[in-house]
């Protein structure tokens, strides 16, 4: 391996080390903290959240070897599908010794009660609690139902990956639900803690520097690509060793970081919260969620300023389009016919001066003759055009008559179309006339 090129006693990157080689982080000494509290007030059901990698198991082994084996019992379970049964005896193995029957309820709540009341606590540990049968539900919901109301004889703990909601929807977790009253949320690595936890690996594996076994900005690499998950921030720090011992690096670059980085297949993205948690800790901003949000946020400006110009180009165009509305009239579309106006009369001929004015000559009078005809009505000047389905009479006459200066007035139009009224729906097609002057005048 690369122990010998770098000059390190062991693999400083080894998931399954031992405790000297982990770190105490805030928010790690917080969630240890916290169960621990919550064990000594017996709360029933403690759930406790964290990303895949986090290191939540790692975590509740190191509440176990902290704490007193006389005063605190506890159990591990990490099979998926046992039932009460099976859960029954293991708590009769704790109580009352290797190889014991399995008790009832009653017997084994007396056990329980009597170790609550000597001061003594029990505690069930549960890995991977999605993983876990209907039947290894309810044999987990019937233990937190012993006590009843009273306080709870067993404290549960229930490791669970965000978002957790999944879990509590099952109708076999319906009893834990009720008694889940506590999360605790283990938060990820800030980056100054990623690259200490790097350093500190380093030290441990017998590197007196780590600058010279990775330089700061492979560490740096492997920190952002982390996102904050301690087992990946392992297995990517194991990686880029071994490419820069196969490429003679030492201490490795940033390019020999990079490459070896993305080398691998991409991890699987962080599945989205359905809700926040709700933590005893103070909550903060990984860098993964940094990381998150500036990407959201790069997106929405590559969508939002386009969308803005097209809204501006829009805006004018339509301001430019009623200008030309009121500055002149608009012209008649080419299949609109109307009936031609009557030529203008000529003007009357000049009537000659007369010198003098002679006396009139008598005339005879005339027989009577018939009344001249009545002047024949000028031609109206009118539109035909054809309706759609559900105009109106008043719909046609603002769309016709845009400009006031060329509107005739709303009677004229009602006259035109004796058989038609002013708000009855048109048919498709129907005829309607509209009074000069037109629309291209």
Do not use: C
Not at 18 to 42: H, K, N, P, Y
Not at 53 to 74: F, I, M, N, S
Request: charged fraction near 20%; charge should be neutral.
């Amino acid at each position: 391996m690369y122990q010998a090129f770098y000059g390190l006693r062991q693999m400083p990157f080894d998931v399954a080390a031992d405790a000297s080689f982990l770190i105490e982080t805030a928010g790690r000494q917080s969630a240890l903290d916290a169960i621990a509290d919550q064990v000594r007030r017996r709360t029933g059901v403690i759930t406790l959240e964290g990303w895949p990698g986090a290191g939540k198991t790692e975590l509740l082994r190191a509440y176990e070897r902290g704490v007193d084996p006389d005063r605190v019992r506890v159990a591990w379970i990490t099979r998926p599908d046992f039932d009460r049964p099976a859960l029954f005896s293991l708590l009769a193995e704790m109580l009352a010794g290797p190889f014991a029957a399995p008790p009832p309820g009653q017997e084994l709540k007396r056990l329980l009660t009597e170790r609550a009341t000597a001061g003594q606590t029990t505690v069930l540990l549960v890995d991977d609690t999605e993983t876990l049968s209907d039947n290894a539900l309810l044999a987990l919901g019937s233990i937190a139902d012993l006590a009843g109301q009273e306080e709870s004889l067993v404290s549960i703990v229930l490791v669970v990956r965000p978002p957790f909601v999944a879990l509590f929807a099952r109708p076999a977790a319906a009893a834990l639900d009720r008694r889940a009253s506590v999360r605790v949320r283990l938060p990820l690595l800030t980056p100054a803690e990623a690259r200490g936890l790097i350093e500190h690996r380093l030290n441990q594996s017998g590197a007196a520097d780590p600058t010279r076994v990775l330089s700061p900005e492979a560490i740096e690499a492997i920190v952002v690509e982390a996102g904050g998950i301690p087992r990946r921030l392992l297995s990517l720090g194991d990686r880029v060793l071994q490419a820069g011992a196969v490429a003679r690096r030492r201490p490795v670059d940033y390019a020999t970081a990079e490459v070896a980085i993305h080398a691998g297949a991409p991890a699987p993205a962080a599945p989205v919260r359905v809700r926040p948690p709700i933590s005893i800790e103070r909550r903060s901003f990984s860098a993964l969620e940094t990381g998150v949000f500036q990407r959201i946020a790069h997106g929405v400006s590559r969508v939002a300023i386009p969308a803005m110009l097209l809204i501006v180009a829009l805006g004018v165009g339509y301001w430019l389009w009623a200008l030309s509305d009121d500055v002149g009239p608009r012209r008649q579309p080419a299949d609109l016919v109307a009936s031609p106006a009557p030529p203008p009369a000529p003007p009357p001929a000049p009537v000659p001066q007369m010198a003098a004015a002679a006396p009139p000559a008598p005339v005879p009078p005339s027989p009577p003759q018939a009344a001249p005809p009545a002047p024949a009505p000028a031609p109206v000047n009118l539109l035909f055009i054809s309706a759609r389905r559900g105009d109106t009479l008043r719909t046609l006459y603002r769309a016709a008559y845009r400009v006031p200066r060329y509107r005739p007035p709303f009677d004229q139009l009602l006259a035109a179309n004796p058989d038609l009224t002013a708000d009855r729906p048109l048919n498709a097609g129907e005829l309607v006339a509209l009074p000069g002057p037109l629309i291209n005048q």
